[in-house]
């Protein structure tokens, strides 16, 4: 079937580096994509969003880019801190508009202080 | 931001019983409403659309006499988990459109099962 991966497991980087997460999609039909962060025992999250009529979104600290030719999506995070230790997840959504969203598989982001 | 409130937010119960978890939307009215599973160290998994006033939507997989799902008011909607064994242990997860993919999670329920 139709999947959202992950390149990285695990992604460890020294605070004050920036970090890339990176994700690869599958479904050429998917239009809205969406960054998620998960602390441990929590839920999902929202960070940042982009719909597929854009290539590159910024907000505080953080940019996402899409590249649809070769169906990938990357999370970039300015000045890492240790607050941004996390499980971080990509989704797609498959079904314009409806909110039914199918998850990556996740990278856990550890910053080393 | 809009808030979506989860309870309990961790159950243990015995082999056999059934449990029931409960999403709401206490700002903002959803139609629909989403479950997801989360077992440890993996990613969340989509379990069912539940649409106010009309039955659910299951995913391939799941069986959806186990996992019954109500969406009684635009405000809530329960997942209860029946005759609960301990592979179905896991953290569930709800969400809530306030406008179509307009998305808020709750913060999630921890489900153990002896």
């Known amino acids: 079937g139709e999947s959202v991966g992950l390149h990285l497991p695990t992604l460890s980087v020294q605070e004050g580096d920036n970090s890339i997460i990176n994700c690869a999609y599958s479904?050429?039909?998917?239009?809205?994509f969406i960054w998620y962060k998960q602390e441990s025992g929590k839920g999902p999250q929202f960070i940042i969003d982009?719909?597929?009529?854009?290539d590159k979104r910024q907000g505080q600290r953080v940019t996402v880019l899409l590249n649809k030719t070769v169906k990938h999506l990357s999370l970039q995070i300015a000045a890492t801190q240790p607050g941004d230790s996390a499980v971080y997840f990509c989704?797609?959504?498959?079904?314009?508009?409806?909110?039914?969203?199918?998850f990556g598989q996740g990278t856990t982001l550890q910053v080393k202080p | 931001g809009a808030v979506v409130s989860q309870h309990p937010s961790r159950v243990i119960c015995k082999s056999g019983t059934s449990v029931k978890i409960e999403c709401r939307s206490l700002?903002?009215?959803?139609?629909?409403m989403f479950w997801y599973r989360q077992f440890p160290k993996q990613s969340l998994m989509l379990m069912a659309t539940s649409n106010e006033g009309s039955k659910a939507t299951y995913e391939q997989g799941v069986e959806k006499d186990k996992f019954l799902i109500n969406h009684a008011s635009l405000t809530l909607s329960t997942l209860t988990v029946t005759s609960a064994h301990p592979e179905d242990s896991s953290f569930y997860i709800c969400?809530?459109?306030?406008?179509?993919?307009?998305?808020?999670f709750g913060e999630g329920s921890r489900l153990t099962v002896l």
């Open positions: 982009i719909r597929s009529n854009m």
């Open positions: 989704a797609e959504n498959i079904a314009s508009n409806t909110g039914k969203l199918i």
């Open positions: 969400s809530a459109a306030r406008v179509p993919g307009e998305l808020f």
């Open positions: 700002d903002f009215q959803a139609t629909t």
């Open positions: 479904n050429s039909a998917s239009d809205y």
